[in-house]
């Protein structure tokens, strides 16, 4: 078999984690890659039951077959394939064959998607852009389920007020988080002062999770649409079980509509609180979508400000500090 690309081990460190954790680590072999979970990179708190840290590496498995396909490779993939090794998540190898064009049509969309903590447009997104989405998500192993109506929206904003009062009142969390949004420059880690607003938005429904003080600066509102809402859509990853495997393929799904999005232009940021509490993921399950599939994460999706400024990308540890020998 071919080996695979260093370049495209290099997208796929690109992929969104938890507070840009970063909580993988890759094998390279003569006939594979390997993508291991990284158990230093844990956030103990935040993430009790390491639900957080298995969706940040399937979305990076993700990342890598998008752009496998951009260099015309298709990826075998052989998720958990070691059960003596919980650690090791999946094995990739190159197959025979052509890469599905949807897998490589993603691939720009890898260096330009973002996470916007920011204010949304007015402008509604469309149905048939959100189905679109929800294809994404159905290719890669899991459902995406949107939150309708006024209602379940309200609903979802008291769950996810409830997850952030639970999480700031637990032993260790603002501590945790204080250690993620305050790396030294070297660490090419965590989330910096340029990537989270100033004020936390008191104004945004539902609520989005609070950070300490930023420098990003909330857009101009269009004149005429005023207003302390915005038009973006509510949107749960969910699996039909809830085993690590279910968990790993969400990550893929998440992956593959947060670059489906960015690919149509939209914004998008993804919000785990909801589904890091044991109480506030069951009220999600029962209350708020009313589904049997269980909730793995919940993504924001609108169109960007009008005005808002371009978001700096997060940084990213190279690939040699990744590397497993």
Sequence with gaps: MPPIPTAALDEALRAPSVHNSQPWRWRITPESVELHADPDRHLQVTDPDRRD?????????HHLTVALAAHGAA??????????????????????????????????????????????????????????????????GALLVPVVGAAARDRLALALGDAGRLQRSAPGYPAELRLWTHRLPAARDGIPATATTAVPRRDSSPPLRAFPAGRLREGRQLTGHGGTDDAAEFMVVATADDRVLDRLRAGEAVSAVLLAATLAGLASTPLSQATEVDTVRDALRTHVLRVPEHPQIVLRLGWPATYADPLPATPRRPLRSVLLR
């Design 53 to 61: 840290l298995v969706l940040s590496c399937g979305a990076a498995l």
């Design 75 to 140: 990826a075998v993939v052989d998720r958990l394939p070691d059960p003596e090794d919980s650690t090791h998540l999946a094995s990739v190898s190159i197959g025979p064959g052509r890469p599905a064009a949807a897998d490589a049509d993603l691939f720009p969309a890898i260096a330009a998607r973002r996470t916007e903590r920011r204010r949304m447009s007015h402008r509604p997104v469309p149905a048939e852009l959100l189905e679109h989405l929800a294809e994404q998500a159905r290719r890669a």
